[in-house]
């Protein structure tokens, strides 16, 4: 339970408020190198934090991301031509460079023109592992990117999704630490019900998801904080003599881990604020040893786990709350919990069906959202602390967020702490 | 002594169940023992919500009702990170002779 205070500190993140300030000291992904693919293309628009922006690659490949409206007239520079080493809106014709400078008044007298003392909002961009990231916060605060594996190794080893989803950020993140869901809303029907053909099948799969999480449905949890975040171990039974342990990061602001297995491939999710009632979600999978191999491109063609498709223009995924998420209730009846395609799809019809915002005052948890309630306790202390004037630690050590999420069997008498030490550590 | 490690499985609110969590929230000093004292405060406050909204006998209701509202106050003082003052607030409940009422 939060009470309304907590639930607007930690939701709203528009300029001024104290999450949005918070989010404000990171770099985060603002948008896929591929929508800006060469110098002078079009330019995207991009809503970040409650702010309309404009990103705009220019004639030397630099990036900008402006304010979306020329300071003229207030017109939407999203119609603009990108010509020259900047953006000209085509109202009346001014130009602006990557860092938000009007470089030309062309519609002004030259005795009247005034174009280097007008400047727009701009934010500094980088271009790191796939993404542009956007740092929105004040200048003499900038932080450092984040040491992430998946950032790190080469394209062929990574695929990054993108989608648009009407929820506040946190309701996702929320969905993304709570591992008791997918017992449920990613199960089929005959791991739910533990049917002995199914017991069976998955006996003597390597793939330990498959063989042992869907047995046990109440684990156990374990939150550790850590200076990145949270380490959640969940434990579930595995044989007599040992646990199935599951180890999954929540990296501030808002990224996470689903636990990875030596030899298969890593997926992760960040989420960022779009406004409080939108956010995008970044979903990435990645292989640190190999590119990704030919299952891994079937899942994603075949929406069979964490992406889903989406229009390309909007990032709307096809299947979305207007058209009930393709749900196919014959599916449901005979196959699978959810008969919803895609897991990316099943969280965000569970999360999009909340209502934009959740009121966490109605809500009823109980000790199996423990990771959810460390989450917002831990962002709430960092919100409060930088309200206080303690800036946020992990923003300025991009090396702490070199680490990794695992699963593995352990005995039952070896703590996760000690037993999986070797695997949380990222290796490239 | 009692480990703070430890999450009691809420499921009811016996005397029992509410002296565990006292004694957990006696020996809880850190970040995870706040937090898994947090959750066991918010499945009482669950519980005893829904038997207020979906009713039982009249008599047990004013205790149900109290309870409701310490739950709420433990948790916010557990929140702040005040885990004795939220134990001496439940445990204050325990002896005061309502949980015969509402077991």
Redesign the interface.
Known sequence: MLSREENALLTETDAGTPMGTYFRRYWFPALLVSELPTPDCPPVRVRLLGEDLIAFRDSSGRVGLLDEFCAHRRASLFWGRNEDCGLRCIYHGWKYDAEGVCVDMPNEPPEYAFENKVRITAYPTREYGGLIWAYMGPGDHVPELPKLEWARVPETHRYISKRFQETNYLQAVEGGIDSSHSNFLHATIEAFRQTPAYVEKVKNSTNLRAKYHLLDKAPHFTVKKTDYGLLIAVRRNAESDSYYWRLTQFLLPAYSMIPYQKGLSIHGHCWIPRDDHTCWVWTISWNPEAPLSTEDWNSIHNETFVHAKVDPMTFRPIRNAANNYLIDREKQRTTSMSGIQSFASQDQAMQEGMGPSVDRTRERLGTSDTAIIAMRRLLLQEVRALQQGHEPVAAHHGDLYWVRSASTILKRDVGFEEGCRDLTEAEV | MANP?Y????SDFSVETLRQVVELLEVST???H???R???L??I??IT??VLQYGRGSAQNAGVERLHRVA?EA??LV?EGRAQDAAKLLAAFCEGGETDAIS
């Open positions: 490690s999450i009691v499985a809420v850190e970040f995870e706040f937090v898994y947090e959750a066991e918010d499945a406050w669950s919500g829904f709420h948790h916010d929140a």
